[in-house]
RNA sequence: GCGGGGGUCGCCUAGCCAGGUCAAUGGCGCUGCCCUGAGGCGGCAGUCCCGUUGGGGUACGUGGGUUCAAAUCCCACCCCCCGCACCA
C-alpha cells in the first residue's frame, strides 16, 4: 500500500476519532502504555517493534468491546539533549554529522538546535508524526512532555515527590561516583574515552608505623588477609610522597591521593613533602603481626590508584614476587634474604601460586603486562577456594572470603585500617582527563533498600501477569538487589524538587507513575499550571478533601474536578505496560516501586510485557555503526503494515529480535499481491452451493480466531501475526487449489471480512483496505472480533483424509519408475474398518494398524472406523485426480481382481492401498 | 563475578512449559519446470542420506541419565547474547 493511501487512513481515523477514549461506564476499559520515550532523536525500529506489540494489544481488545486508552508522551529529562545542544553550538563536527546525515535534520533546523529546548521540541514533533504514520492507536489528547517547559506536567511531579517525601521514601545521603575533576561531574559509562564497565570498589588502607617516627605509611590492598605473608612494603623511588594530617595521625601516601581523599570526605592537612626514594630503606612495623620489614623501590606502583604504597606478598601476588626478584637479579643491597611466606592453600596451586604464575606465563619483569592476568588468576583462585594457613594465627583456617572481612574489622577495631573508595582500573573522561572516585553529599534518594517497600513491590509482581512469565523470577532479582537510588541532578533538564530547587528530578524517577497523568492530562490543559496544586492531585488520585474546598482553593470547577476523578477511576490501574528487556532492571522496576508507595493496592499495575532488543541484520543497533533504521526511513520503504509484520514477527519472548531489510520487502510485496488478489477473486467469482472446501476454508477463519484470542491474552503476538497473516493467507490459497479457481463469492466474502477483523491489530492499513473491499464503508475498528465462526470438524477429518491420500500417492509416483496411466484406490471395506480398529483381526494387521494410529492427528484418531473412507475419495475424485495428474478410480478391497489383490490386501483404515497400472 | 535469556536441518526462525501427530514450522537462499522477447515479479515442484509402493538410517551445542518413547524432562560441561545504577 502507498505511504498516502496510509495517511488517508490515518486521516479518517482522526476524522471518526476512532482511537480518541472517553470513560463509558457501560463498557470495560483497557489501559495500555509504551514508555515515554527520549527526545533527542528520531524514533527508530527498536521504538517502533515495542510499540507495535502495545499497539496490537490494544487494538485486539478493542476488536472485543472494550474501551480502550493508549496515551503517549514524551521524556525531555536529563543530560544528554543539553550535552548534544552544548557540543553542536561548539561545533563537534562529529556532532553535526549525525545530526545532518543519520538524523536528517535539514540545515534551517540544525542552526537552531543550540538551544536545547529547541531539540526537543523539534524531535517531538516529527517523532508523534512517525508513530501516527505507523499506524499506532494513540490518543494525542494526553500527550505530554516532562520537563518544566510543560509546567503542568512539572505539578505533577511535585505532588509526586511532595507525597514520597512525606510518606517517607525520600532520604539525604553520600554516595560515591566515578568523578571527572575537570568537568566537575559524575562520569557514567557512556562519557568514558577508557574503563566502561568500571565501578568504584572499597580498597583497605592498612597504616604501617615508620620506625622511631611518629608516622604511618599507608598501604592500600583490596586483600587486607594477606597481612600475614608481608614481606616489604613498596614504594615508587620517583613518586612523590606527602606526610599529612589526617584524621589525628600523620599518613605517609602518594601526592596525587590528597585531592581524592579530600573527594572522599577525608580532613587532609599536608605537613610536607618527601620523594618516594628518600623513603626506601626505612623499617615499618606492619600491624597485627607487629613484624619489621623494609620499605623497598618498585615501578609497578600506579600513582594514581590508591595511596602509591603497598605492602608486598611475593607468595601470592604476581607483582611484589617480581618487583622482588627484579631486585634481587641486579643483586640490591635490601632485597637480600627476602623470600616469599605462603598463607594461603588453594587447590590448582602449590605453596607459592604467585611464582607458579610467573613461571607458568613466562613474566619477564614487574613491568610485563601479562602479570595483570596472573594477578586475576590467582584472585580469583585464592577468592573462591583459598583457605588460610596455621601461620595466620585466630584467622587460620577461615576461607579467604571470611578472613578478608574479619582481618579488616580486626585491623580497623586497632586503628590502623580505614577504606577509601578506588576504581581499579583507569577511567578516562570523554574530555580526556583522568577521572576518580568522589563521595557526593546531600543527595537526594529514593529509599529503595527499604525493606517494607520492597516487600510491597514483590507482592505487586507476584500478582502481576508478566510475560513472558521468566521475566518474574528477574523483577523479583531485581527488587532485592535495588539500593537507595540517587533521584536528583544538578544539571539537565527537568523538574526542580519541590523544596530544594537547585535539584532537578532525574530522569528515572520522573518517569515512574505518569501514567495516572495521562488519565486527567487532556483536562488540566484548559487551566494555569498554578491552578495544579498538590490539593487538586490528592483528591484526583487519593480521593482526598472535598470538591468544594478543592474548587474554591484551585479555581477549577466542581464538575470538572469530579470528572478528573471519574477518569482515574475508570481508566486506572494500568492494564499492561511494555518495554524491551533492557528496562527490566531499572525503569519497570521503578514504576513498580513508585505504583506500590503511592496507590492503594487496587491501582497497582495489572501487567508488564517484556521484549527482546532489537537488532538489524544481526548486529546491535548504534549511531556510531550507522545502521539505526528510523521508523520515518523503514515506512517510507517498506510501508507501515510491512514494516509492523517484519518487527512483530521477528521474536518471540525475551529472545533478541532481528530485523531483515530483505524479510520487510517481500512483505511488503506479499501485502500488495494479497489485497490485489483478493480484489480480482472478489469481481471475478460467483455465488454456488457450499461445499466442503467452503466450509473448510471457513473452518480455517474458525480456528485461527480462536488460536490469536488464546496468543494475544498472553501478549504472545509474533505467533498471532503469523496466525493472522501466514496461516490465513495458506489457508485461502490451499483453499482456491481445492476449487480449483472456483470460488464461492459469499464465502470468500465472509472469510475475507473475518480475516480484514483479524488483521487489524497487526496490519491497521491492510485491514481497513481488505474491509473495504467486501463492501464495508466505515472502519474496521467499529467491528466485533469474529469469536464464534462456526466450525465443522468433520470436514476437516475430510480433507484430513484427502490430503494424506494425495501425499501418499505423490510419494509412490515419485518412487515408482514405470509411467502408469491408471490408479485404483483400495479402501478398506466398511465392516472390516471397523474390526481392525477393535483388534479383531489377523496380528500383523493390527500390529501395522496400531502404528499407523500413534502416528495420526488427533483430529482423525478417534474417526477411525466412523465415517465412509470410500465416499470421501469419491467425493474429492477431481481433486484427487487433478493433483495426482492420472485417472483415479476407488474401489472397496472386496472388489479388488486377482491381480491387485496383493496390493489392496495392504489397505489399513486411512490408509488405503494404491495399485498403479 | 552476579543475575536473566539462549544454542534447532546453508542462513534466519517455530516447536520445548503440558514427551509420542517431529526429518521437525515459516521465510531467505539454492535447483528444476511453467510464465516472459529476455530479466524481475508470479506459479508449481524439490532442497539430510539411502530406497522402482507410501519405508529405513542419521539428526535438534557436547556428554551422560530418566522413559516403551526425548528437540522436548533431569544432571554436568562448552559457547553466545543482555543487564549490573547517577545512563537514557
New binding site residues.
Given amino acids: 500500500m502507498s505511504n498516502s493511501a496510509e495517511e488517508e487512513w490515518v486521516k479518517k481515523w482522526e476524522s471518526l476519532r476512532i482511537f480518541e477514549a472517553e470513560v463509558d461506564r457501560s463498557k470495560n476499559k483497557v489501559f495500555v502504555t509504551f514508555p515515554i520515550p527520549?527526545m533527542?532523536g528520531p524514533l527508530h525500529l527498536g521504538h517502533a517493534f515495542t510499540a507495535s506489540r502495545v499497539d496490537s494489544y490494544a487494538k485486539f481488545k478493542k476488536l472485543h468491546g472494550f474501551n480502550v486508552l493508549f496515551p503517549q508522551g514524551w521524556?525531555w529529562?536529563?543530560?544528554?539533549i543539553v550535552s548534544a545542544a552544548d557540543r553542536l553550538a561548539k561545533g563537534d563536527e562529529t556532532m553535526v554529522k549525525e545530526f545532518r546525515e543519520i538524523d536528517k535534520v535539514p540545515e534551517d533546523i540544525l542552526e537552531k538546535f543550540k538551544d536545547p529546548v529547541f531539540m526537543a521540541r523539534y524531535y517531538t514533533d516529527r517523532n508523534r508524526q512517525a508513530m501516527k504514520k505507523l499506524g499506532l492507536g494513540i490518543d494525542w489528547r494526553r500527550e505530554f512532555n516532562t520537563t518544566s517547559y510543560d509546567p503542568r506536567f512539572s505539578s505533577f511531579i511535585e505532588w509526586q515527590f511532595l507525597t514520597l517525601r512525606e510518606k517517607g521514601y525520600i532520604t539525604k545521603g553520600s554516595?560515591p561516583?566515578?568523578w571527572c575533576p575537570r568537568d566537575k561531574?559524575?562520569?557514567?559509562?557512556?562519557?568514558r574515552l577508557q574503563g566502561e564497565?568500571v565501578?568504584p570498589v572499597e580498597f583497605r588502607l592498612i597504616f604501617f608505623k615508620l620506625k622511631g617516627e611518629d608516622s604511618y605509611l599507608v598501604a592500600s590492598t583490596l586483600r587486607p588477609e594477606t597481612i600475614f605473608g608481608v614481606t616489604n612494603v613498596w614504594v615508587g623511588p620517583d613518586l612523590t610522597y606527602v606526610k599529612a594530617k589526617i584524621n589525628g595521625k600523620i599518613w605517609i601516601v602518594g601526592k596525587s591521593a590528597v585531592e581524592r581523599l579530600k573527594d572522599q570526605l577525608f580532613e587532609v592537612e599536608v605537613v610536607s613533602e618527601i620523594q618516594g626514594k628518600d623513603l626506601v630503606g626505612k623499617e615499618v612495623l606492619a600491624p597485627l603481626i607487629n613484624k619489621e620489614v623494609p620499605v623497598l623501590p618498585a615501578n609497578f606502583i600506579d600513582p594514581e590508584i590508591g595511596t602509591a604504597v603497598v605492602y608486598s606478598v611475593p607468595a601470592h601476588a604476581p607483582y611484589d614476587y617480581l618487583a622482588l626478584r627484579d631486585l634481587q637479579k641486579i643483586g640490591y643491597e635490601g632485597a637480600k634474604g627476602l623470600k616469599p611466606i605462603s598463607i594461603i592453600r588453594v587447590e590448582g596451586y602449590g605453596d607459592y601460586p604467585a611464582v607458579e604464575e610467573v613461571e607458568k606465563l613466562k613474566i619477564k619483569d614487574q613491568n610485563d603486562q601479562k602479570a595483570d592476568l596472573a594477578t586475576k588468576n590467582i584472585y580469583?583462585a585464592e577468592f573462591r577456594k583459598g583457605v588460610l594457613k596455621e601461620n595466620c594465627g585466630e584467622f587460620a583456617g577461615l576461607s579467604v572470603n571470611a578472613a578478608r572481612k574479619l582481618v579488616y574489622e580486626k585491623l580497623e577495631e586497632i586503628g590502623l585500617a580505614s577504606t577509601m573508595w578506588e576504581l581499579p582500573e583507569p577511567v578516562i573522561c570523554r574530555c580526556t582527563a583522568r577521572c576518580h572516585v568522589k563521595i557526593?553529599q546531600d543527595?537526594w534518594f529514593l529509599k529503595?533498600s527499604d525493606e517494607e517497600w520492597k516487600e510491597k513491590a514483590r507482592e505487586c509482581v507476584r500478582a502481576m501477569n508478566i510475560f513472558p512469565?521468566?521475566?518474574r523470577?528477574?523483577f523479583l532479582?531485581v527488587i532485592d538487589?535495588?539500593?537507595?537510588?540517587?533521584c536528583a541532578?544538578q544539571s539537565?533538564l527537568g523538574t526542580p524538587l519541590p523544596w530544594d530547587k537547585n535539584w532537578l528530578v532525574?530522569?528515572?524517577s520522573d518517569s515512574t507513575v505518569y501514567m495516572a497523568y495521562y488519565t486527567i492530562a487532556h483536562r488540566l490543559k484548559k487551566y494555569r499550571p498554578e491552578q495544579l496544586r498538590k490539593e487538586l492531585y490528592d483528591y484526583v488520585f487519593f480521593g482526598k478533601g472535598e470538591p468544594s474546598d478543592v474548587s474554591s482553593l484551585t479555581g477549577i470547577p466542581e464538575d470538572e474536578l469530579e470528572a478528573m476523578r471519574d477518569e482515574f477511576l475508570y481508566w486506572y490501574p494500568v492494564d499492561l505496560r511494555v518495554s524491551a528487556?533492557?528496562?527490566?532492571?531499572?525503569?519497570l522496576t521503578f514504576f513498580i516501586f513508585h505504583h506500590v508507595a503511592l496507590f492503594e493496592k487496587k491501582f497497582w499495575p495489572k501487567a508488564i510485557g517484556v521484549n527482546g532488543?532489537l537488532r538489524v541484520e544481526?548486529e546491535?543497533m548504534s549511531k556510531s555503526k550507522g545502521n539505526v533504521i528510523t521508523i520515518e526511513d523503514g515506512i517510507k520503504e517498506f510501508g507501515a503494515d510491512a514494516l509492523r509484520i517484519a518487527l512483530l514477527s521477528?521474536?518471540?519472548?525475551?529472545?533478541?529480535a532481528?530485523f531483515?531489510k530483505?524479510?520487510a520487502r517481500?512483505i511488503k510485496?506479499?501485502i500488495e499481491?494479497l489485497i490485489q488478489d483478493i480484489r480480482q477473486d472478489i469481481s471475478s467469482s460467483s455465488e454456488a452451493d457450499l461445499s466442503s472446501y467452503d466450509i473448510w476454508l471457513i473452518n480455517n477463519a474458525s480456528k485461527v480466531s480462536k488460536d490469536i484470542e488464546q496468543n494475544m491474552e498472553k501478549m504472545n503476538v509474533?505467533?498471532s501475526v503469523t496466525q493472522a497473516f501466514?496461516i490465513m493467507e495458506?489457508a485461502y490459497?490451499e483453499y482456491k487449489?481445492y476449487v480449483n479457481g472456483k470460488l464461492n463469492l459469499s464465502v470468500i466474502k465472509d472469510f475475507v471480512k473475518y480475516w480484514s477483523i483479524m488483521l487489524a491489530p497487526f496490519v491497521p492499513f491492510t485491514a481497513e483496505e481488505i474491509y473495504r473491499i467486501v463492501g464495508e464503508k466505515s472502519s474496521v475498528f467499529l467491528e466485533a472480533w469474529p469469536s464464534k465462526i462456526p466450525y465443522d470438524e468433520i470436514v476437516d477429518v475430510e480433507i484430513e483424509l484427502v490430503n494424506r491420500?494425495v501425499g501418499?500417492i505423490?510419494?509412490?509416483l515419485?518412487?515408482?519408475?514405470?509411467k502408469p496411466t491408471k490408479l485404483t484406490v483400495f479402501v478398506v471395506d466398511k465392516g472390516e474398518a471397523e474390526k481392525i480398529s477393535e483388534g479383531n483381526a489377523e496380528k500383523d494387521k493390527i500390529n501395522r494398524f496400531m502404528k499407523l494410529k500413534?502416528?495420526?492427528?488427533?483430529?482423525i484418531k478417534g474417526y477411525v472406523g466412523k465415517v465412509d473412507e470410500k465416499e470421501i475419495y469419491i467425493k474429492h475424485i477431481e481433486y484427487i485426480k487433478r493433483q495426482a495428474g492420472i485417472h483415479v478410480e476407488v474401489k472397496n478391497v472386496s472388489e479388488a481382481g486377482p491381480d491387485e489383490m496383493q496390493?489392496a490386501k495392504?489397505?489399513l483404515p486411512f490408509?488405503?492401498?494404491?495399485?498403479?497400472k
Avoid: C
Fill in positions: 527520549y533527542n521524556h529529562t536529563g543530560q544528554p554516595h561516583v566515578v561531574s559524575p562520569v557514567g559509562d557512556h562519557d564497565g565501578y580469583s557526593l543527595q529503595y512469565e521468566e521475566a523470577q528477574w532479582d538487589w535495588l539500593n537507595d537510588y540517587p541532578r539537565g532525574e530522569t528515572l528487556k533492557e528496562l527490566v532492571p531499572n525503569h532488543m544481526g546491535k521477528s521474536s518471540e519472548y525475551m529472545d533478541d532481528n531483515k530483505e524479510y517481500s510485496e506479499r499481491r509474533k505467533i501466514f495458506n490459497r487449489k491420500l501418499d505423490k510419494e509412490v515419485k518412487l515408482i519408475k514405470s500413534v502416528s495420526m492427528p488427533d483430529l496390493r495392504n489397505a490408509k488405503p492401498a494404491l495399485v498403479f
